[in-house]
């Protein structure tokens, strides 16, 4: 479990792998998933601090 939590917590930061990699085509889905989220979540909280800060 946690080596799945650990995945988890790389994949969203997108710091990258590096002592672990995904294997199969559903741990890909995830994984691919998992990365434009948390790109999504990093964009989308850096939009709302700068407006907040132009304001």
């Known amino acids: 479990m946690a ?3 650990h995945f988890s917590i790389v994949t969203f ?3 990258g792998y590096g002592n ?3 294997d199969g085509l559903g ?3 995830i994984s691919a998933s998992q990365i434009l989220i948390g790109i ?3 964009a989308t909280l850096t939009s ?5 800060i132009l304001k």
């Open 3 to 5: 080596c799945v939590l």
């Open 13 to 15: 930061s997108t710091v």
């Open 20 to 22: 672990i990699i995904p």
């Open 27 to 29: 741990s890909y889905i």
């Open 40 to 42: 999504l979540f990093i």
């Open 48 to 52: 709302v601090t700068i407006k907040k």
